[in-house]
């Protein structure tokens, strides 16, 4: 990122921060935007951002229009869609 001189990061889908937390680890000094819907996650994520000043997370998602929909919780909350499960998706669950 610093070769390129990257200076922003958006995370769409930022869960609790994880890929934030590794470009940080490895260098990574500009602004982080994270958009995570999962109201429970997005609690998690904004307490581990909490004292990175160049780090800002929203509660939402981003798509390619203005509209709501279902968020489809799961216990494994990086598993949560908006989609529907395919029946691979179905049987990764049940595991």
Do not use: C
Request: no cysteine; charged share 30%; aromatic share 10%.
């Amino acid at each position: 990122m610093n070769h390129y001189n990257i200076d922003v990061v958006l995370d769409i889908g930022a869960n609790d921060g994880d890929y934030g937390r590794e470009i940080r680890s490895r260098g990574y000094k500009g602004l982080i935007v994270s958009f995570e819907p999962n109201p429970k996650v997005f609690k998690r994520l904004k307490e581990s951002i909490k004292t990175d000043h160049n780090w800002i997370a929203f509660q939402l998602a981003i798509g390619d229009k203005d509209s709501e929909l279902e968020l489809k919780i799961l216990e494994n909350d990086t598993m949560s869609s908006f989609k529907n499960f395919t029946e691979f998706g179905k049987e990764m669950i049940m595991k």
